[in-house]
């Protein structure tokens, strides 16, 4: 499960990098620049997601060996 979330954690970012290249800095909130902030902002959430998912899963075991 550790490695799935890895690598979902790493394809969010590698999607983050290349929508942050898709950006137009002269009009960034018109065309395809919007469209690259909304994914941007996706794939940050889906990192949040993802950590706090392996977060939990890490206080879960700790929890079942202490029982």
Known sequence: MKLFTNILVVLAIAL????????DFKHPLQGNSMIAFIGIAASF???????????????????????
């Open 16 to 23: 983050i990098v290349f929508n942050i290249s898709l950006l």
């Open 45 to 67: 959430c889906a990192v949040l997601i993802l950590l706090i998912f392996r977060m939990s899963k890490s206080i879960e075991e700790k929890m079942n060996d202490k029982f």
